[in-house]
């Protein structure tokens, strides 16, 4: 444990352990403002000693093997999300409690900057910090609000996403968040079609540190419209259904694919990534193929682009919401640039 006492952590299934440690490579890529440990956290007995020695050895992680005792039952019908999901919420318990900080982010992220930064945040209190969803509050034409409202939510209210989380765990012990997540979700799981995400809005309605998109920025608006010029990211978070390691049926930028190729090739993971593609793969392939090329025969962009309207509402949010990270100094945005880590 260092003895500035910061970890970085990811809570995975035996699912996303080759995702989440090529995640882990990518944060320990950067030199650190703070110095931290990056613990991997997964139950007992699911991974391969190869692997796990593949994570500590070859990229610096710390693997933590976990008994998950509390995790919901959880209907996927209602909901994508597998059990897993809530894993994060015993971080308290699998780091035995040793951090006065913690950032816990998904393995579905790749980080191309120095993410120690966010340990210099001062939360004022407060449990903890997260980017407002962009895809939420870009959302111009209010497809998101019967979801919201099920929630006791609407527009006006901040909705984090759970991606990237900064974690006083003082403060979040204190209020008892781990399980009241558990506990609403239990109590409301049909109101909860983002899981853990959902209930967890639920429970602080808004009042959580608002941190600028640049740490943790969704691909699906990423990849669809022109953002370079507004905001450089130090997170990007491939959410939703689509993964850069399946790259048949990644949609948005090849180079992003390439990199996960390019990591896996020489790990015990070379063959466990499936890069050919399963049959759903293909026929999601297939599917998106005849779609993109009906989109050009009608004089289309192959990708549904953001809308106008979207665009906008993503830059006035910028301009206009007060972002912690920007007024404590870690975010800035140059008159002549885009909004990015200071």
């Known amino acids: 444990m260092s003895a500035d006492r910061f970890a970085v952590t990811l809570a995975v299934d035996r699912n996303m352990f080759a995702p989440a440690v090529f995640t882990a490579h990518s944060v320990l890529s950067h030199t650190p403002r703070h110095p931290f440990d990056l613990v991997i956290a997964v139950p007992r007995n699911t991974i391969a000693r190869a692997w796990i020695d593949y994570a ?3 990229v610096g992680a710390r693997v933590v093997e976990f008994a998950f005792e509390r995790v919901p039952s959880w209907d996927r019908t209602i909901s994508r999300y597998p059990p897993s999901a809530f894993y994060r919420y015993a971080f308290d318990r699998f780091l035995g409690g040793a951090y006065q900080k913690v950032t816990y982010i998904d393995p579905d992220i790749r980080v191309a900057g120095d993410i120690s930064a966010l340990f210099g945040l001062d939360l004022g209190g407060q449990p903890f910090a997260a980017v407002p ?9 209010g497809q998101w609000q019967p979801y919201l409202a099920g929630l006791g939510l609407n527009a006006g209210i901040a909705y984090a996403n759970t991606g990237v989380l900064v974690i006083d765990p003082a403060s979040w012990a204190k209020q008892n968040l781990s399980e009241r997540v558990l506990d609403y979700v239990g109590k409301h799981a049909d109101a909860c079609f983002l899981a853990d995400q ?6 602080v309605r808004g009042d959580f540190i608002k941190l600028s998109p640049v740490w943790n920025m969704l691909s699906g608006l990423w990849f669809r419209s022109k953002l370079a010029e507004l905001l450089s990211p130090v997170v990007f978070h491939y959410s939703g259904a689509f993964k850069p390691w399946r790259p048949l049926t990644w949609p948005y930028d090849r180079a992003v694919s390439d990199l996960y190729r390019a990591f896996f090739r020489d790990t015990p993971w070379s063959d466990t990534v499936n890069w050919s593609g399963s049959k759903a793969e293909w026929r999601t392939f297939l599917k998106s193929r005849y779609r993109a090329a ?3 025969l009608r004089g289309k962009h192959p990708v549904t682009l953001i809308s106008p309207q979207t665009l906008q509402a993503f830059r006035h949010y910028l301009e206009t919401t007060p972002f912690v990270d920007v007024e404590q100094g870690l975010t800035v945005w140059p008159p002549d640039g885009p909004l990015r880590a200071a």
């Open 133 to 141: 969803d962009v895809v939420i509050h870009s959302d111009a034409a």
């Open 198 to 203: 959902s209930a967890l809005n639920a429970l």
């Open 56 to 58: 500590e050895n070859k």
């Open 294 to 296: 009906l989109r050009r």
